[in-house]
């Protein structure tokens, strides 16, 4: 499939967004598009150079060492699928040895590049622990495992869609952790998460939520 634009009219819609002084967040699945549009980001922040942009990547579905690094450089933040378990078939097509290059969690973890979490629903269920799942198992729900080395922890997942989610979204000092001062939107798993990650889903331990709430006392 074509990108939907030249890179022409990508780099200039990139740059006005750049130099609005807002935060880009583009989906593009392909390693094609994903290189158009680091080369968007990389003129743009020539262009005008700015810290703690978080210009963003919404999927990054397929991606090669190269782009992974580049990534890396402009600090970039990274939205990856984690939809094994619906859509794994979707993968077959690409072969088995780019299925270690899709989604790539791993790689975005050992890189320190951040990343968060999302369902991107309705393509995938709205269920972070299902998703979370996802990124610890790589196994789609026939039982069948898509790119096993691009695996995390349960933690780091965990991480990703917390710490990480609200990061992406300049709200880190608001949202993302059990602190005092932040809102207390949180829930309290029946089983102790680290027994449950290796196989089965987590979905429906949860025994509590809290929501809209405050958090004023300091947890250590
Ligand atoms: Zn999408």
Redesign the pocket.
Known sequence: MPPPRSPEELNALILRVHEAGLQACV?S?GDREIEMLLNAFERALKQKPRANHRHRI??CSVVTEALLQRIKNLAIVVVP?SYIWEHGDKMENYGAWRWDWMHPARSLVDLGIPMAGHS?DP?SAADPLLRIQDMVTRTSAEGKVYGARQRISAEEALRAWTVGGAYASFEEDRKGSITSGKLADFVVLSDDETVRKINCPFGKAICCGWSAMRIWVAIS
Do not use: A
């Open positions: 989906h699945n919404e999927h699928h991107d393509v």
